[in-house]
């Protein structure tokens, strides 16, 4: 009887090196996509934009319009806003200019970009560990449920894992110039990319000099400062985003603490009085901030007592722990708390392959993108969504495990075979 296709493929790769590399990766990303287009099809044929997901939607559809960066949230006018950083309305403003804001466009543009992360996480397992890691890391990706599930929504988190394979490919060959570029376009794409980038600039540093680590810096600061002079002209203050005071408020201002959780100044009432005569997005967000970091002195072990419970929030040991921001961000909560465990097995193997890679030139990007976001999370807006560069790396290493393993069971095979 002949094997099923994709079992001969997958057996042929691991008994050998595959060759044939743009072959590889193209089989890899048709499964990708097959994937992808199965599970908008099947499970989210009612979605419905909601919270994050209707927001970068709104903003899509006012810049697909010709009206740029404008929404009348929070204030209920219409004004320029920061709130969201730009690079993902703006892309997908692109696509609704000649599409209309049509749902559909949105997912059509995310399952393109959910794509090339699963062929960019295979090419870059390929140059890590060698084809057999990249071919595993590869249709691991493109079916990994964490990975699927953030495809089919209008959510930044596709194009943002995206430009950070990029960095860490990029890096791998030591193209600092390159690298900055796709590092200030993560800046205009992700909130929690600041700290990263400045974490990342100390290993550049460190592993390649201090002139590549300048090339690297200066060619961020290039791609912000347009949007950073655009805020500065509109707001009065030089920000990437006015969404950090916000977020710090969320989750350390006391009355987050009194209610046990996260809260939204924006609209709950006991921010009335710090809200009261305040119509510039940029200056809500100092105030918030300033709220919230005057209450982080006062108890700054705060930040240790809620990090366990965000890093439950974000890697789900309890099935059913996270449903309201799982709902919220598109998901079925069944298939959810269904791929919980297959996650978890990922988790451990992929943290097992990362540490047989340690020594592999080029894995401190990877390993510093997986623990900065994850930590930074937990201490922050905690979600499932928010681990993608975790599951990213994660999904390399099981790659880089198995390559590993089917070179030493080959080395043992050849001294019986002669």
Known sequence: MARPPL????????????????????????????????????????????????????????????????????????????????????????????????????????????????VLASLLAWRLAGGRAGLVTGLLAAVYPPLVFNDGLPLSEPLGLLLLAAIVLLLLHQRAVWAGLAGGLLLLTRPSAQFFVVVLAGWVVWRLGWRRASLFVVCMALVVTPWVLRNWARMGTPVLVTSNGFNLNAVYSPESKASGGFVDGYFDPRFADLRAGIGNEAELDAAFRRHALAELRRDPFHVLRIAPGGLQNILEPEPGRNDVALVNDGRNVELQAWSVPFAWYVLVLGVVGL?????????????????????????????????????????????????????????????AAT
């Open 7 to 118: 079992l001969s493929f997958v057996r042929r790769a691991l008994r050998a090196e595959p060759e044939r590399p743009l072959r590889w990766l193209l089989a890899v990303g048709l499964v990708a996509i097959g994937v992808r287009i199965l599970y908008v099809v099947i499970v989210l044929p009612h979605y419905v934009p909601a919270s994050d997901a209707l927001h970068y939607h709104s903003l899509a559809a006012a810049v697909g319009d010709g009206r740029g960066m404008v929404h009348r949230f929070p204030f209920g006018y219409p004004h320029a806003t920061a709130f969201r950083p730009p690079l993902y309305p703006l892309l997908l403003g692109g696509v609704y200019a000649v599409t209309g804001p049509k749902l559909g466009a949105a997912q059509v543009l995310n399952v393109a970009l959910g794509t090339g992360v699963v």
């Open 355 to 415: 540490w047989m890679l340690r020594h592999r030139p080029g894995i401190g990007p990877l390993v510093l993108a997986a623990v900065v976001f994850t930590v930074l999370s937990s201490v922050t807006v905690a979600a499932p969504r928010m681990r993608a560069p975790l599951d990213l790396a994660c999904c390399i290493g099981v790659g880089g495990l198995a390559a590993e393993l089917a070179g030493r069971w080959e080395s043992r095979r050849r001294p």
